[in-house]
């Protein structure tokens, strides 16, 4: 039974940091590429980065890009999202998900991540980003 979950959210003031991972079992991690949405209330889920498990490719959303990096370390078989800068408009639920492979690529290509191409997800941590 595929597992994710994740973790590392809270409450952050503008400007400051957090560090989310998502821990996954049951799969074969370095099967699959990693993403992260988020869902903020009344909004639509947002994908917001997404990484490879072949080459380390990765894709970051618009409106995050040079304040978040996702990573990964396949032998914790984990994945994480260092969200630097943040900002109120940051508040959301945050999400892991897994994807094949080949939907990094898809991502750079489309300049968006559809959460359609994704099967497997966490149950979410909480981002508030206020003062």
């Known amino acids: 039974q595929v597992q994710l979950v994740e973790s590392g959210g809270g409450l952050v003031q503008p400007g400051g940091s957090l560090r989310l991972s998502c821990a996954a079992s049951?799969?074969?991690?370095?099967?699959?590429?990693m993403g992260w949405f988020r869902q903020a209330p009344g909004k639509e889920r947002e994908g917001v980065s997404c990484?490879?498990?072949?080459?380390?490719?990765?894709y970051l959303a618009d409106s995050v890009k040079g304040r978040f990096t996702i990573s990964r370390d396949n032998a914790k078989n984990t994945v994480y999202l260092q969200m630097n800068s943040l900002k109120p408009e940051d508040t959301a639920v945050y999400y892991c998900?897994?994807?094949?492979?080949?939907?990094?690529?898809?991502?750079?290509?489309?300049?968006?991540?559809?959460?359609?191409?994704?099967?497997?997800w966490g149950q979410g941590t909480q981002v508030t980003v206020s003062s």
């Open positions: 990484i490879s498990s072949r080459d380390g490719g990765t």
């Open positions: 049951g799969l074969s991690f370095k099967a699959f590429a």
């Open positions: 998900a897994t994807a094949p492979p080949s939907r990094v690529a898809t991502a750079q290509v489309m300049g968006m991540m559809n959460p359609r191409w994704y099967e497997n």
